[in-house]
């Protein structure tokens, strides 16, 4: 250590040369948003000068601006279906140098292996890959995830210097009641001098001191400007959440001003692989914002110096002087298009693609991960909702692009005694199967999908990640709910009993060890097959069916144990009253 320091500030003194020296350039310098030009001296990995330098290695900016690495602050890595030694041939030639990620999902499925399955895959990349570990999981007292997580069991994580504190608290009502096993996690991150990650989805502002005073300290779940403005006043960091379904950037914009931009940063939190490539990742955030009138510099602070002094990355989000050697080269600040893209000084992405080898997660995974489908086969008897009392029903309404549904009462087709889907008027069965034990089966009744025929299944299903199946008929819901099972995970489209379209994902039922590459060929397939039953593109059918089956987001949810109001906090019959 001594020996690298030494050779830094002999650097720095212009004592040696450097080891590689950037000229021509103009440097975004994200402290005081201005513009500045000199040399880029780099030695050891660090930034160590700006001014006039002289190194082994010279490159020419040509100039280009350069930018600090992006940084998002809050990512679930396995929402991109592949493990974070793919992700980052992903995320990297879109500028993303550092993510905080939470193993939340992976967890969910398998436990302290799951976390521990993505620690050891992130050493595969140059990726800066920071945790935050899962402090819900099951995500709420009454779920039945594949694991449970006690502070115990996560403690020994903290010796981990990429672990950064607990992430998420989303079980709400244990924080608030002060359950014993929310304040263990909470007192092991207190006492290890780590962070806490907030999630207050549909919360009151009272709910914000409570969250506050058990040192939580950030929020990446509000939907409106007010809601942001409220967090900020009473402390917190607001993450501006832009997604594959939650699409909360221009509704938070307004909140921000000169006097509350350091408390604002971006994050995707869940973001399909092809969205991930053909988009962007916290870049298409930053571009976002900056079409919608925010100043460019500002949204370059936001993400990079703003999420670096949230997460207490000292080395991270600026190019300066003791700091990291993680910048681009960017053409335009307005249209931010980035050809180059430095880790640690070293090349590592050019005009949209990597330049290091690929590394393949490991072909020895333990079983548990590879073989996480445990339920037992569903025939369409199963899948029966019967109609005792007349024809009201609880239906969850979408909300395309958002993770709120819309809680309706409303009537519906019966037919000897059961509930018929009605492509008519848009309601759908929905099905939740347990996968971890094989224990139940939940039912329900969604309308906003529009599909016109068939069936589509997922193992992704947030959080405690059942296979989750909406559906036209009976037959093609239990043949989508097969296909899964004998593919150990993934995706399904099923018509008249036939796959049209499906993508194993057998890490978990979540990911694949698959290159993006053919992610992104048989996500292309998936697509076609959801036209085909009638999906009409206006938003990602798998994502949002994703999400239908999570117990804290409100209004109404469907678990394996059946539909969950969330406003009430109880489980509620499909028949209304």
């Known amino acids: 250590m001594n020996s690298i320091l030494q050779k830094q500030l002999a650097t720095a003194a212009k004592q040696t040369e450097a080891d590689l020296v950037v000229k021509n350039g103009k440097i975004v310098n994200v402290f005081t948003r201005e513009i500045i030009e000199g040399d880029l001296a780099i030695a050891e990995g ?29 990512v679930h890595i396995e929402s991109s279906m592949v493990p974070p030694s793919e992700f980052a041939r992903v995320v990297l030639p879109h500028g993303v140098t550092t993510v905080i990620a939470d193993p939340h999902e992976i967890a969910n499925v398998a436990g302290v292996r799951g976390i521990q399955f993505m620690l050891d895959d992130a050493k595969r990349t140059p990726l800066d890959v920071y945790m935050m570990l899962p402090s819900c999981v099951p995500a709420t007292s009454f779920e039945h995830a594949g694991a449970s997580l006690s502070a115990a069991e996560l403690a020994p994580f903290f010796a981990d210097e990429r672990v950064l504190g607990l992430a998420e ?33 549909g919360l009151d502002a009272n709910a914000i001191n409570v969250y506050r005073s058990a040192r939580i300290h950030t929020d990446h779940e509000c939907v409106t400007a007010d809601e942001a403005l409220e967090r900020v006043r009473r402390g917190m960091y607001v993450l501006i959440r832009q997604g594959s379904v939650a699409k909360d950037l ?196 969604v309308r906003g999908f529009g599909f016109k025929t068939g069936a589509i299944a997922s193992s992704i299903a947030h959080d405690s990640h059942h296979i989750i199946a909406a559906g036209t008929n009976d037959r093609d819901l239990a043949a989508a709910i097969e296909q899964l099972r004998e593919q150990h995970g993934g995706l399904a489209v099923i018509k008249d009993g036939a796959v049209l379209a499906s993508l ?8 694949t060890r698959k290159d993006y590459t053919e992610v992104l060929s048989g996500l292309k397939q998936i697509d076609k097959a959801l036209k085909a039953i009638g999906a009409n593109g206006s938003f990602n059918p798998f994502i949002t069916l ?29 028949e209304a009253v």
């Open 250 to 445: 221009k509704k938070l914009l307004p909140a921000i001003h000169e006097h509350n931009a350091r408390r604002f940063l971006f994050c995707t939190d869940d973001k399909h692989l092809d969205d991930l490539w053909f988009e962007g990742s916290v870049d298409h955030n930053v571009r976002l914002a900056i079409q919608a009138g925010l100043d460019p510099l500002l949204a370059i602070q936001m993400a990079t110096l703003n999420a670096a002094e949230c997460y207490r990355l000292p080395t991270k989000g600026a190019v300066a002087p003791g700091y990291d050697a993680d910048f681009l080269f960017v053409d335009d600040l307005e249209t931010l298009n980035i050809t180059h893209v430095f880790k640690a000084g070293r090349l590592v992405a050019q005009h949209g693609q990597t330049v290091f080898p690929a590394e393949r997660s490991a072909e020895s995974l333990e079983q548990p991960l590879l073989h996480s489908i445990r339920c037992q086969a569903v025939d369409e008897t199963d899948l029966r909702i019967p109609m005792k009392r007349g024809t009201k029903v609880h239906v969850i309404e979408i909300i395309p692009n958002h993770l709120h549904t819309n809680h309706l009462i409303t009537d519906v087709d019966v037919q000897e005694g059961a509930f018929c889907p009605s492509i008519e008027r848009d309601l759908l069965k929905l099905v939740v199967v347990e996968r971890h034990r094989g224990l139940g089966i939940g039912l329900g009744i």
């Open 504 to 511: 194993p994902l057998e890490i978990g039922g979540l990911m």
């Open 546 to 574: 994703s999400f239908l089956a999570l117990p804290v987001i409100p209004e109404l949810k469907l678990t394996d144990q059946g539909l969950f109001d969330i406003n009430k906090w109880e489980f509620i019959p499909v």
């Open 169 to 201: 608290v989303m079980d709400y009502p244990s924080l608030k009641e002060q359950q014993p096993s929310m304040l263990d996690k909470l007192a092991l991150a207190a006492n290890a001098n780590r962070l806490i990650d907030g999630h207050l989805a």
């Open 46 to 74: 660090m930034i160590v000068g700006i001014g006039r330098y002289e190194g082994r290695k010279t490159i020419d900016a040509e100039g280009r601006y350069i930018c600090p690495g992006l940084i998002d602050g809050h």
